[in-house]
């Protein structure tokens, strides 16, 4: 099952952000081309290439053996040494004697894949070998305990983490899950070595600085950025982990979840921890306040994939989008196929630059299912949005605002809206369930701000040396006990990868983007109910069917990434900077309940 929040925007973000390469020989810059005609024929190849390469990615997803695996790792070869030679070819132009236009185009070409390849063929060859191989690891793994018939793949241990309340049983299927991923580790060790010496052939200081320098300021600056965001929202999680820290004390006893310590990482119902969901059942303030079952009523009126995934696509259509082409019903993946490994991790693609898009999800009659649906669609719909702008054009204004789309729709998927649809009863109106219908929303987004945060705080730590190979795990655990306040449910060593049970770190996928998502998506929420004319307390807006609000959420979609972000964040808010302030308006009627809640206990770690 994948859990609500943790999916990958255009899955791969690596293979897709550069084009694929045929074999016939590259069109050599000559310096009699101008930097905007290089940027235009860049363009042009990118797009014609793209095609192969998200054809040998998707394949390798929805068809994981060693044959797709070879066949994608050509692939990205293929677009390495692509990407190397457009890349090297920029090199003879400055950007001061460039157009604002061509000199941001050559600046995001530099910033295209996830992972550069170093020049040397072998080097680069070995980069797209270890990078599917791990990914694949990954994908194929199975915890078996007792032979064969006793093994279990991610969703299964995913799931007893979710419902099972034993002690034992949740110990055991967290350790399972994260044993697979040790085999990963010196792979991993190889990956950062290469990754990083193709960094710095592009002229950054290794592969994290490159990833920082991505968001329209300096390395350093963003660094400071992300740290002002977390001491803004901090308070928030900490009042929240304080109170179900004692929620739990009431269901595994004190002696197991002790005051004033990290809480135990398998008993929050996620096997990352990073969302709290599942264990509402154990935190509800109070119970039979509210009537909002969306997972009963998907049962009960025979939801499947198929009419899940519409749902989803006629929230967009009423803000005024267009509908998804029919090649997207033709050919995304929506159920788990029963004969095959697949990734089930949900993900949006957009194969060709322009309107070949689809989504993969194993998608099952869940809430959190169908709320992970609407946010897949905020990526394809925002493919569809820029689609018309040049290809190094096409992308999220920055990577947060990428993920933040579908997330704000899933704001507005309030119990009013979702009683319109037919997905939930009358709610009892009242202070209670406005306090239940936060806490279950906080459980996914206050509890996600650390994780998201320290992801790639751990990364940059290993891509710049100051965490080495002998002290990936150690490491790991001090950033997950000191943002998180989660601990290891048993001892931990640098025989474990635990970095690598997270599918992002495998597949090299940039983390801080979700973070940064959920700060965005609030403030995005707040200025688009301000759009629709909306007079009352945040939580309770809801954009769909409003034409104005969605008339102001495709024009910033549209610009893709043709602007700096601060340009095209204040086309919709009004303001040039990222800010967490919405969160807290949103969540105050919480907030000041938390503070009630928690007088008396020991609260951090």
């Known amino acids: 099952m994948t859990r609500r929040y943790v999916r990958l925007a255009a899955t791969i973000a690596a293979v897709l952000a550069i084009a694929g390469c045929e074999r016939k020989q590259e069109q050599p810059a000559t310096r009699a081309e101008s930097g905007d005609e290089f940027v235009e024929r860049i363009n042009r190849e990118l797009m ?37 030679s457009a890349v090297e ?62 093994c279990k793949d991610q969703t299964q241990l995913t799931d007893i983490l979710a419902i099972s309340r034993n002690y034992d049983e949740l110990t055991e299927a967290w350790t399972g899950w994260h044993s697979t991923a040790r085999p990963i580790r010196q792979d991993y060790v190889r990956f950062v070595e290469l990754a990083n010496e193709g960094a710095r052939e592009l002229g950054f200081a290794d592969l994290g600085a490159m990833w920082r320098s991505n968001y329209d300021m300096p390395p350093d600056d963003f660094t400071k950025e992300a740290s002002r965001l977390w001491q803004q929202v901090k308070p928030l999680y900490g009042s929240l982990h304080c109170y179900v820290r004692g929620k739990l004390q009431k269901t595994y006893g004190e002696e197991r979840v002790p005051s004033g310590k990290p809480i135990p990482a398998q008993l929050l119902g996620n096997m990352w921890a990073q969302q709290w969901g599942e264990i509402y059942p154990l935190v509800e303030p109070y119970p039979g306040a509210t009537d909002v079952n969306v997972t009963a009523a998907l049962e009960k009126q025979k939801y499947d994939p198929l009419r899940i995934t519409q749902s989803a696509e006629n929230f967009y259509v009423s803000l005024g989008f267009p509908k998804l082409p029919e090649t997207f019903w033709e050919r995304s993946l929506l159920a788990k196929p029963r004969d095959r490994d697949v990734q089930c991790h949900a993900s949006a693609w957009n194969m060709d630059g322009k309107e070949d898009v689809r989504i993969k999800q194993c998608i099952e009659p869940t809430q959190e299912h169908l709320m992970t649906v609407y946010h897949e669609l905020g990526h394809v719909f ?148 301000q759009a629709a004319g909306f007079h009352g307390p945040l939580h309770e807006c809801s954009i769909y069917g409003n034409e104005a609000a969605g008339q102001r959420f495709r024009e910033m979609l549209a610009l893709g990434q043709s602007q700096p972000w601060q340009d095209t964040l204040e086309k919709l808010t009004g303001t040039r900077a990222m800010d967490a302030s919405a969160i807290t308006e949103y969540f105050a009627p919480l907030i000041a309940w938390l503070e009630e809640q928690n007088k008396g206990q020991t609260c951090g770690w």
């Open 48 to 84: 014609e290439r793209a095609r192969e390469e998200s054809a040998a990615a998707w394949t390798y997803a929805n068809f994981i053996n060693v044959d797709t695996e070879l066949l994608n790792a050509k692939a990205s070869e293929r677009g390495l040494e692509y990407f190397s």
């Open 89 to 150: 070819q920029a090199k003879a132009y400055q950007p001061d004697q460039l157009s604002p236009t061509a000199a941001r185009a050559i600046q995001l070409l530099k910033l295209g894949v996830a992972a550069p390849a170093p020049p040397d063929p072998a080097k680069r060859a070995e980069l797209a070998a270890v990078t599917s191989k791990m990914e694949g690891m990954y994908g194929a793994a199975k915890y078996c305990p007792r032979g064969p018939d006793s």
């Open 382 to 529: 925002y493919y569809l949005s820029y689609k018309d702008q040049p290809y190094l054009f096409q992308s999220g204004a920055h990577d947060g605002f990428h993920e933040a789309i579908g997330d704000t729709v899933n704001l507005s998927m309030t119990p009013a809206y979702l009683h319109q649809i037919g997905l939930a009863g009358a709610v009892k109106p009242g202070q209670q369930a406005t306090i239940n219908q936060q806490m279950r929303l906080a459980l996914d987004k206050l509890a996600f701000l650390p994780f998201g945060k320290l992801i790639d705080e751990w990364r940059w730590k290993v891509f710049s040396g100051e965490i080495k190979p002998e002290n990936y795990n150690a490491a790991w655990w001090q950033l997950r006990e000191q943002y998180q306040g989660v601990a290891a449910p048993v001892a931990r060593s640098e025989e474990d990868f635990d970095p690598g049970a997270k599918y992002h770190i495998p597949a090299n996928t940039p983390y801080t983007r979700y973070f940064l998502s959920y700060i965005l998506q609030f403030q995005f929420h707040r200025a688009l109910c």
